[in-house]
């Protein structure tokens, strides 16, 4: 083959080891034989650190969002369907756990009386980014029960595509 590239420990003239990303060649003479071998690496230390920082932050938001005692989905805008949803949010609608509401439309909970002014205050939230209404209606849980619920919804990006983060008492 006579190339190679990936992610090799270097250590430095005083003992510090930091990550490189390393790219070799094999060099052939006009026979095929190997002479030599050229290699470039790069230090990679900020990028490794900020691919734990970034990770550490990711825990962090993780278990905010389970642990809250708030229900909470993530809806994406140009389905309308559930893509994330906390433990909270599963209890109160009846769910066995928050996977088991992804691909659900929230809207789908909501009583039919209550469908109309719903789906209009949710367009205004999507059309507006600085709009955070908060609103109350009866819904419909997984397991049969009816439940009063207030919800406020808010427009961000959810990885990459337009969302609605919705939280739920």
């Not at 060099?27 to 470039?40: F, M, N």
């Not at 140009?78 to 439309?105: D, K």
């Amino acid at each position: 083959i006579g190339a190679w590239s990936g992610e090799v420990g270097h250590v430095t003239r005083d003992g510090r080891s930091f990550p490189t990303l390393m790219s070799a060649v094999m060099l052939k003479d006009d026979e095929g034989r190997p002479y030599a071998l050229a290699a470039v690496a790069i230090d990679i230390t900020q990028l490794k650190t900020a691919q734990e920082a970034l990770a550490a932050s990711e825990a962090k938001y993780r278990s905010f969002f389970n642990q809250v005692l708030v229900g909470m989905e993530v809806v994406d805008a140009a389905t309308g369907r559930i893509v994330l949803a906390n433990g909270e949010a599963a209890r109160m609608f009846g769910f066995q756990s928050p996977a088991a509401m992804i691909g659900i439309a929230p809207m789908d909970y909501i009583l039919p009386e209550d469908q109309p002014w719903v789906d209009r205050q949710w367009a205004e939230v999507l059309a507006d980014t600085e709009r955070h209404e908060v609103s109350t209606a009866k819904a419909r849980t997984e397991d049969g029960r009816t439940i009063w619920v207030t919800a406020s919804a808010s427009s961000f990006e959810y990885e990459g595509r337009p969302s609605s983060l919705v939280w739920i008492l």
